[in-house]
């Protein structure tokens, strides 16, 4: 036998796509048709009213149910969500997390319909909290009792449903709002480090091998991939020195560092969508090609991530990727085949030392808890980094700022523009559904499953679960629970990090764009004022966060609150502001919704600055946008923000009758 | 665009308890054509003591601390508690601006959580520009104009070190806000780097019995200096919120034994003088004799007088056009 090769070939990972959207029943389908396609677990992608706790009828739910996900209202949608599909067999991820613990009890309540137990079920709940506030924006509890849910469900599962991970610490989204690879992997063990801490609170101490074992990851790849495998395997190193160091964990099995990955989609482009396929590939070879490092579970971003949502084909032919590199190739025939290698552990180690100091820092605020305001702010900057770097050339991203040329793309031409397209209809339907469960249930269980649950809430020492499987079981609505424990513990905004942002370094052109904010101003008589909104549930922030401080560095006021604002809560600001702009941010699709609603509300408050958009917006959007009052749009191909503060610039200048400079 | 209302017009409406001209009020005291153009002298004549027959009904409430202290969080929490008992409330939030870009990012309001359907919450953020002190340029002429028609201006800002002081001119009561376990305001207080301020508000009392050892050590060192009257209170901001009653009680409290008439003119007086810097500098101040000599000039002008009226008085003395 030779020590090059495998005695056996190795069993591939496990292969997911992340979907789910419209409605419970619609995705059942989808999901029936991924598994057909050999898929081998599923992985749910939740709208966003489900995932911050409303329910459809909310105001803030407006434009966003059934859009980015599916709704599960109640125990019924969880039971059409996976009717057919064996719980006892399936492996079924959910990201999920301020609701994580509501989700799994509904998971729980329709299993047992199915006649399967708890200890059965295989899966795993995101269930990471400090990520969201760092980066996702679906949390909906201070970070006190955000913690205690977290603790609460690993607690519970660790002897109920032994199969599951309760928890998924997730530093995919990290890279996703601008970490460099340091942070990523320094915030996400400090993350880890904060759940097992609360965790150790609640559990024997004899348990917390075991826990420690069921805590695993979820990572992302960039496309520099070679220095991404590393990051894996100083990740790997770093998790077992605080598994035996910090919590005293000797097992080599339970010191194990397990990761799933969804591959870089940041760098995904819409220009020239086609070469996605290739950056893909190339991140896929990242957390694959050494053995040592390699994932337990992947899900890739389709070719058209920057146009819209995927259709079927576009994820079929991610899978196809997978399964091509799975089971054509020879990956799997092979030991670790960095083992040994000089620069694969100089790079470790470096990474490793730097992810070292930078935990230091984290730990020196009092972990990641207290860190989230530094945390958030050092993203934030490393953001705007990263976006100079593009803007400047530094950074090569081949059909943007090199070989921009293209022969016409012909893939987005087809009647669809490439995308899938959620039928609006979806949100009025889910509406009606939920009236009528509501009509159906019988109510002093619900009343009563309520007042269980707000008594768990108000006890510190109760676990949440058995109270959540109760409201579960009474059909009680998403909402509802939500509300019970938003009641109880109180709402929260998380920090922005974009006041905390360093000043960019500015070029020539900056230094020019500030002149003309300069000029521009003294035309109107004070400061050139914008106000930066985010309407609607959505939480990508980035693309705010970065206009908002470019904006800030080229001399303007800044009015800028965060995710997860009511039109009505932007046209007051708005108006109470006397902004000189409205700039407005949405990418989870709710624009046709919201914004020409917005603009309605700022004209009848009698706010006539003007209107500008980025995001997602589909080509075919535009025009209505534009019909309903918007000044301008701009998509991910407008990466040039020094180009879009110009025209931003110009606008407030011609609606104000600032002549055009000399 | 639709006309701007004159500043005249604005000062009547405030008159009338017309708070929705509120952000018509702030465009324009912001706005250094309406300065120039006398429009913001003519608001505020409006509402000076001699077009209201007294002084303005609000009450100006400073709040001031270091960074990140919690104020705006705590003006969360008060504006709801103001709010309950009925008060219209202004909020005025002044934050910092970049000394490279001259931009600024307004934060505070973010943290302040009011009902947007609300026509009796006001929140307005302002920069500070490059006037040191801690107040925008534009603050002074706001508070002024908003105190006729709002029960409550609460101006919100960064207090580092000695920008409370024009805080203090501005504001019939001060609130200075503290970390617990935090020092250095204890040592400010001794050496009297720091002025007394009306109220103190230890903050984020959720995290336990630092926030009342704080308390303790902080009436220890007033009344070693031998302030009595300070109140010190203790309020969390976050659930469970805590103190907010004994706030609202110090704070009326301290209001309601204050020569109000004395403080406002004062408050005015050094507006105007502070105005009069910002236009001719040091050299402008030298020439009346520095800043004390410009104050005691000012004892002789009209009381009810506004500011703007009394800044021009001060350039008459300077010789100053
Ligand atoms: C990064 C990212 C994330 C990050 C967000 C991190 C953060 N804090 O922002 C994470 C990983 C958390 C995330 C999560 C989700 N995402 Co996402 N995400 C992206 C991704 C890959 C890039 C977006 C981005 O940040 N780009 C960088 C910034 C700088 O660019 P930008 O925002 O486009 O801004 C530029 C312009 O658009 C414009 N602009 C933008 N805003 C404004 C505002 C003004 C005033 C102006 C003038 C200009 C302007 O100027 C900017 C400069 O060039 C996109 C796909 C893509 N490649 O675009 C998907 C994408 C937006 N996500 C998507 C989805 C579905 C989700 C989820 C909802 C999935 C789910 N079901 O849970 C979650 C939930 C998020 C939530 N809470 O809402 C979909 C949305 C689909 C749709 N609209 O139909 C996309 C398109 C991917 C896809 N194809 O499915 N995501
Ligand atoms: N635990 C706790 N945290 C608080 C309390 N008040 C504020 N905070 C937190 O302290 C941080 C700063 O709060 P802010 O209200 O923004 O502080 P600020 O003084 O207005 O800050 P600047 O305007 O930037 O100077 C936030 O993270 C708040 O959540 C409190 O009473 N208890
Ligand atoms: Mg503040």
């Known amino acids: ?662 | 665009m639709s006309e701007a209302p004159s500043g005249a017009d604005l000062g009547r409406r405030l008159r009338d308890g017309d708070l929705s001209v509120a952000p018509a009020v702030l465009n324009l005291v912001e706005s250094r054509p309406a300065q120039e153009a006398g429009e913001v002298e003519a608001l505020l004549h409006e509402v000076a003591p001699g077009a209201l027959g007294g002084e303005a009904r609000a009450h100006v409430v400073g709040v001031t601390g270091p960074p990140g202290v919690g104020k705006s969080t705590l003006l969360s929490e008060l504006v709801r508690a103001w709010r309950e008992r009925q008060r219209s409330v202004a909020v005025l939030a002044v934050d910092p601006s970049s000394k490279r870009s001259g931009g600024a990012l307004l934060g505070d309001r973010a943290r302040i959580v009011s009902d947007p359907a609300d026509r009796a919450t006001f929140i307005r953020s302002t920069a500070a520009g490059d006037r040191l002190g801690g107040l925008a340029p534009a603050t002074r002429a706001a508070a002024q104009a908003l105190g006729a028609a709002f029960d409550v201006v609460v101006i919100e800002t960064v207090g580092v070190g000695q920008s409370e002081t024009e805080v203090a001119e501005v504001a019939d009561t001060v609130a200075v806000v503290v970390q617990p376990g935090s020092g250095d305001v204890l040592q400010f207080l001794k050496s009297g780097i720091m002025e007394i301020p009306d109220v103190l508000v230890v903050t984020k009392a959720d995290l336990g019995t630092v926030a009342q050892r704080a308390r303790r050590d902080l009436l220890a060192t007033l009344r070693s200096i031998g302030e009595r009257a300070t109140q010190v209170v203790c309020v969390s901001s976050v659930a469970p919120v805590q103190g907010f009653d004994q706030l609202i009680d110090a704070l009326d409290a301290h209001r309601a034994g204050l020569d109000l008439p004395a403080r406002r003119l004062a408050a005015r007086r050094a507006g105007a003088v502070a105005d009069f810097h910002a236009e001719h500098g040091d050299r402008g101040l030298r020439a009346l004799g520095g800043r004390r000599a410009a104050l005691r000039a000012l004892d002789e002008e009209d009381p009810a007088l506004e500011v703007p009226a009394l800044t021009r008085a001060l350039e008459a003395r300077a010789g100053a056009t």
């Open chain 1, 1 to 662: 036998m030779s020590d090059h090769r495998l005695p056996e070939r190795d069993r591939p990972w496990m292969m997911r796509t992340y979907a789910g959207h419209s409605t419970a029943k619609k995705s059942n389908e989808l999901y029936r048709g991924n598994l057909a396609m050999g898929q081998t677990g599923l992985s749910v992608a939740f709208d966003l009213p489900t995932q911050t706790g409303y329910d459809a009828d909310h105001e803030l739910a407006r434009g966003e149910v059934g859009k980015v996900g599916v709704p599960v209202a109640h125990r019924g949608d969880m039971a059409a969500l996976m009717d057919g599909i064996p719980l006892d067999e399936m492996n079924t991820s959910m990201t999920i997390n301020a609701t994580a613990a509501w989700l799994l009890g509904l998971y729980i309540v329709a299993a047992q319909e199915q006649g399967v137990e708890a200890g059965a079920l295989q899966g795993t709940t995101q269930n990471d909290i400090i990520k969201e506030f760092l980066a996702r924006g679906t949390y909906a509890f201070p970070p006190a009792p955000s913690m205690r849910l977290i603790a609460d469900m690993v607690a519970y599962t660790v002897t109920e449903v032994p199969k599951w991970n309760p928890i998924n610490i997730c530093s995919y989204h990290l890279q996703e709002a601008g970490a460099t690879p340091v942070q990523e992997i320094a915030y996400a063990l400090s993350n880890g480090i904060a759940v097992l801490d609360a965790v150790r609170e609640r559990v024997e101490p004899s348990l917390m091998g075991k826990v420690f074992s069921r805590m695993s990851f979820f990572v992302n790849a960039g496309v520099r991939f070679v220095e991404e495998h590393a990051k894996l395997r100083a990740m790997g190193r770093l998790w077992e020195e605080v598994g035996r160091t910090r919590y005293g964990v000797e097992d080599p099995k339970q010191l194990r560092f397990r990761y799933g990955v969804q591959v870089n989609s940041l760098g995904l482009t819409e220009n020239q969508p086609e070469n996605n396929v290739q950056r893909i590939v190339l991140e896929t070879l990242g957390v694959t090609l050494g053995r040592d490092a390699r994932a337990r579970a992947i899900q890739l971003p389709a070719w058209n991530e920057a146009l819209g949502l995927p259709r079927p084909w576009d994820q079929q032919w991610s899978l196809r990727i997978q399964q091509v590199l799975a089971y054509e190739t020879d990956l799997l025939e092979y030991p670790d085949i960095f083992e040994g290698s000089r620069v694969m552990d100089g790079l470790v180690d470096e990474l490793a030392r730097g992810a070292r100091a930078e935990m230091a820092v984290v730990d020196e605020h009092g972990g990641a808890v207290e860190a989230v305001a530094y945390m958030k702010a050092a993203l934030v900057d490393s953001h705007r980094e990263r976006l100079g770097r593009i803007e400047s050339g530094e950074q090569v991203v081949v059909g943007i700022n090199r070989y921009a040329d293209s022969e016409p793309s012909p893939m987005a031409e087809g009647e669809d523009g490439g995308i899938l397209t959620v039928d609006p209809g979806v949100e009025a339907g889910q509406r009606e559904e939920l009236a009528r469960w509501r009509t159906q249930r019988d109510d002093a269980a619900v009343a009563q499953a309520l007042d269980g649950l707000r008594r768990a809430a108000a006890d510190d020492t109760e676990n949440i679960m058995p109270a959540t499987i109760e409201a579960a079981r009474a059909g009680v609505t998403t909402g509802e629970w939500a509300h019970a424990l938003r009641d109880a513990f109180g709402e929260y905004r998380a920090p922005t990090g974009v006041g905390e942002a360093a000043a960019s370094v500015p070029s020539q052109d900056m230094e020019r764009l500030r002149d003309e904010v300069e000029r521009v101003s003294e035309g109107l008589g004070r400061r050139l004022k914008i106000l930066v909104g985010k309407p609607g549930l959505d939480g990508h922030s980035n693309g705010a966060e970065q206009i908002a401080v470019r904006a800030r560095d080229l001399g303007m006021d800044v009015v800028y609150e965060g995710i997860r604002l009511t039109p009505s809560q932007i046209v007051a600001s708005a108006l109470q502001e006397g902004v000189h702009v409205v700039g407005l941010s949405i990418l989870s699709g709710s624009h046709r919704e919201l914004i020409p609603d917005l603009i309605a509300g700022l004209r009848e408050a009698g706010v006539e600055a003007p209107v500008v958009v980025g995001g997602i917006i589909p080509e075919a959007d535009v025009a209505p946008l534009r019909e309903a009052g918007v000044a301008a749009v701009y998509t991910p191909k407008d990466f040039d923000m020094g180009v879009i503060m110009g025209d931003i610039v110009a606008l407030v200048a011609q609606r104000n009758g600032v002549g055009a400079s000399a």
